[in-house]
C-alpha cells in the first residue's frame, strides 16, 4: 500500500478516535435471517461461489520449493496444487485417471511423484501420467492423454488461485481489479512463511462466519477481555472495491504517531489491515506478516461451516524469531499464545508461531463464533424474521449486498 494511503488512513481513524465517530454507511439495512438457513439458498451459493467461482487458496510461502505440493476439498473440488521442477504452480483434480482414487493423501508435503494407493499409477508433480503397472495385464494406455486433470491456476502477488472447473475462467486482475491487486502487490505476500494454523468447525452459517469480521462495533463489549486489550473499537476506515473491501482499525499503538514525524508512519504498527476478498476470504495484513482466513459452507448443512486460518511470518518476523529463540528459550521478549493479549502491544516483544492464530482460538473461535451458533438457533427458530446492520456496520452492507447482487437476488432493504 502507498505511504501516503497509509498516512491518510491512519489521520482517518486518528480523527475518529478523537471525535468519537466511526464508520457511517449511511443507513440501516435489514438481512431476512432465513438468508442463515434457507437450503435452496445454500445450494445456490455452494454452486456459484465456490463449485464454479475462482478459490483464493493460499499464499507462495505454501509452495515453497520444487516438489512442494499440498491437497484441499473445501470447495468440492478435490484439489492437488503443486509446484513442479520448473518453479511452476499448478493445479490438478485430485483423482486418478484409472478410476479415481485420491492420488495425494496428505494435506501437504513434498514429493516429485504421486503414486494412487489403489492400483499405483503414478503421476509426476507437473501431472504427467509416469508409469502404469502390469500393463501387459491391463492393455493400452495413452500415457500423454492421461495425466491428471489440469484446473486453471494463477500465482499472482504471492497469492495463489485455483478455478474448481478445468474449462473455468482465472483472470485475477480483473477479478481483484487493478487497484486492490497493485495495492496488495506492495505487501510482500510471496516473500511470507506458514507458522501455524487453526480449524474451527462450529455450527454457524459460513455468512455468519464472514460477519464476524464486518465491524469493530463489538470489540469492547464482547472481547473486553481479549481483543479488546489490544484494538480501541469503535472505528473504521472502510473503503469498497468492488465486491472486496478494505476495513482497517485502530490498535492501541496509534496514538505513539503523533509525536513521529508521517514519513515514519506505517499502518500495520498501528492497525489491523484486512482485507475481504469476495466471497469467503479475510486476508489480515499485520507488523508480523499475515493471518488468512478462508471460510466454507458444509454443502450438507447451512447451519455449520468451517474456518481455516493460517498464520504467517514476514522474512523480518521470522529472522527475529528465530534469532531470539536461539538466545534463549524463556526469552522475556518472546510472547506466546498464553500472554499475548496482556503484553501484545508491547514495542518490544517478539512474536512466537503460535501467538499469530492465538486470536483465532480465544476471541474468533471462542467469543464470536459462539454469538454465531446462537444467532444461527435464532434464525433457524423462524421467530426471528430480521437481523439489523447499524450505520457503523458498513462491510456487513456491502457483504450482503454483494453476495445478493451475484446471485440476482434483491438488495438489502433500507430502514432508515
Ligand atoms: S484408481 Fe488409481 S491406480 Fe487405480
Ligand atoms: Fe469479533
Not at 499475515?290 to 474456518?307: E, F, H, K, L, Q
Amino acid at each position: 500500500m502507498k505511504h501516503e494511503t497509509q498516512v491518510e488512513i491512519i489521520k482517518e481513524l486518528m480523527s475518529q478516535l478523537d471525535e468519537n465517530r466511526n464508520v457511517d454507511a449511511g443507513a440501516q439495512f435489514r438481512l431476512p435471517t432465513s438468508d442463515y438457513v434457507c437450503p435452496e439458498l445454500a445450494a445456490r451459493e455452494w454452486q456459484a461461489f465456490f463449485r464454479e467461482h475462482p478459490q483464493f487458496v493460499g499464499l507462495s510461502g505454501d509452495l515453497p520449493e520444487e516438489g512442494s505440493y499440498f491437497t484441499t476439498q473445501d470447495f468440492g473440488t478435490p484439489v492437488l496444487a503443486t509446484r513442479a521442477k520448473d518453479g511452476q504452480f499448478r493445479a490438478f483434480v485430485n483423482a486418478c485417471r484409472h478410476r479415481g482414487a485420491k492420488v495425494a493423501q496428505e494435506a501437504k508435503g513434498k514429493s516429485a511423484r504421486f503414486t494412487c494407493p489403489f492400483h499405483s499409477w503414478t503421476y509426476a508433480s507437473s501431472g504427467e501420467l509416469l508409469a502404469v503397472p502390469d500393463q501387459d495385464h491391463f492393455g493400452p494406455v495413452d500415457k500423454p492423454c492421461m495425466g491428471l486433470i489440469e484446473l486453471p491456476a494463477q500465482e499472482i502477488a504471492g497469492m495463489l488461485f485455483v478455478h474448481p472447473q478445468p474449462g473455468g475462467e482465472l483472470d485475477v486482475a480483473s477479478l481483484l481489479g487493478d487497484e486492490l491487486l497493485s495495492e496488495m502487490e506492495g505487501w510482500g505476500y510471496g516473500e511470507f512463511t506458514p507458522v501455524a494454523d487453526l480449524d474451527i468447525d462450529m455450527k454457524l452459517n459460513w455468512k455468519l462466519a464472514n460477519d464476524t469480521f464486518g465491524e469493530t462495533y463489538h470489540f469492547p463489549k464482547l472481547h473486553k477481555d481479549t481483543l479488546g486489550k489490544l484494538y480501541h473499537g469503535n472505528n473504521l476506515a472502510f473503503e469498497e472495491f468492488g465486491r472486496h473491501h478494505r476495513f482497517v482499525t485502530a490498535n492501541r499503538r496509534i496514538d505513539d504517531l503523533r509525536d513521529l514525524p508521517e514519513d515514519q508512519w506505517s499502518l500495520t504498527q498501528v492497525a489491523l489491515a484486512l482485507y475481504y476478498l469476495f466471497p469467503n476470504i479475510q486476508l489480515a495484513t499485520t507488523s508480523t506478516g499475515a493471518n488468512i482466513v478462508r471460510i466454507y459452507p458444509d454443502p450438507d448443512n447451512p447451519g455449520r461451516s468451517i474456518t481455516r486460518v493460517v498464520g504467517y511470518f514476514s522474512p523480518r518476523a521470522l529472522d527475529q524469531y528465530e534469532t531470539e529463540k536461539a538466545k534463549a528459550s524463556d526469552s522475556i521478549k518472546l510472547v506466546d499464545a498464553d500472554d499475548l493479549y496482556a503484553r501484545g502491544y508491547d514495542q518490544n516483544i517478539i512474536r512466537t508461531p503460535a501467538s499469530t492464530v492465538e486470536a483465532f482460538s480465544s476471541t474468533v473461535s471462542a467469543e464470536d463464533y459462539v454469538m454465531g451458533e446462537h444467532q444461527q438457533r435464532a434464525a433457524a427458530s423462524g421467530l426471528l424474521e430480521h437481523s439489523i446492520f447499524g450505520h457503523n456496520e458498513a462491510p456487513l452492507h456491502h457483504f450482503h449486498a454483494s453476495y445478493r447482487e451475484a446471485l440476482g437476488r434483491p438488495p438489502l432493504e433500507k430502514i432508515t
